[in-house]
């Protein structure tokens, strides 16, 4: 299936190496006081999604493959959320880090099924 010869490649990794820059640019202007609190968490929630595209790039079964790109599902959730509420708390405008979001989600969802179609 991957005719990449590294993550850096997939189009999926990419944009969520992108949305990260973009989450890191967002929270350097959060209070001081959520420096351990909602920052480090959209900090860590982003970060775990491009991550687990790279550690799952690499895995040689389709169930491992599966695991991580599902759990940088679930980050991507998280993620979600934490902008939601940055914007609820008027920490700054996320639409359209959501926006770029719901393309990594697409793009995260389509690469999990290529890869859970070869079981």
């Known amino acids: 299936m ?3 010869k ?4 997939l189009v999926v990794w990419q944009k969520a ?17 959520e420096l351990f609190g909602l920052t480090s968490q ?5 970060v775990s ?19 991580f790109l599902n759990i940088a599902q679930g980050s991507l959730d998280e993620t ?10 008027g ?6 880090l959501q926006v770029n979001l ?3 989600a697409r793009l995260l969802t389509a690469y999990y099924n290529a890869v859970e179609a070869r079981r």
């Open 2 to 4: 991957e005719k990449t």
């Open 6 to 9: 590294h993550f850096r490649e």
């Open 17 to 33: 190496h992108q949305l990260v820059l973009d989450i890191y640019r967002l929270t350097k202007i959060f209070l001081k006081e």
């Open 42 to 46: 959209l900090r860590r929630s982003a």
């Open 49 to 67: 999604v491009p991550a687990n595209v790279a550690e799952g790039y690499r895995k040689r079964t389709i169930p491992d493959k599966s695991k």
């Open 80 to 89: 979600h959320y934490y902008l939601i509420l940055a914007q609820d708390l």
């Open 91 to 96: 920490y700054g405008s996320t639409e359209i």
């Open 102 to 104: 719901e393309e990594v």
